[in-house]
């Protein structure tokens, strides 16, 4: 099994940076894809970004509100995924989760392990 805990949030104004992090414990194969994730009370959880492995070689995508601002990044040797956000905007305000691709996956769309979440907050 697969557990992941996230670390790094705060509130921050607007403009500012802050760097999330997802601890991995458990097996996690060189072809699973990881993934950030956020959601706000009342919508439906949001795809960040993710990251996908294959022969060490990582693959990224980012969701169009924030290409440009974030970034996903991994360290294999340490187990964790990790999340840059940059120039935060107050709608970037969410609870944050990390999250692992099911052990059949391949395609980064069946995320079936969550972190606790963390929280982001900015201010104007």
């Known amino acids: 099994q697969v557990q992941l805990v996230e670390s790094g949030g705060g509130s921050v104004q607007a403009g500012g940076s802050l760097r999330l992090s997802c601890a991995v414990t458990g097996n996690i194969y060189s072809t699973m894809c990881m993934g950030w994730f956020r959601q706000v009370p009342g919508k439906e959880r949001e795809k960040v970004a993710h990251?996908?492995?294959?022969?060490?070689?990582?693959?990224?995508t980012h969701a169009d509100p924030v290409k440009g601002r974030f970034f996903i990044s991994q360290d294999n040797a340490k187990n964790a995924i990790y999340l840059q956000m940059n120039s935060l905007k107050p709608e970037d305000t969410a609870m944050y989760s990390c999250?692992?691709?099911?052990?059949?996956?391949?395609?980064?769309?069946?995320?079936?392990?969550w972190g606790q979440g963390t929280q982001v907050t900015v201010s104007s």
């Open positions: 990251i996908y492995t294959v022969e060490n070689t990582a693959y990224t």
């Open positions: 999250a692992a691709e099911v052990p059949s996956g391949g395609s980064c769309t069946d995320f079936g392990y």
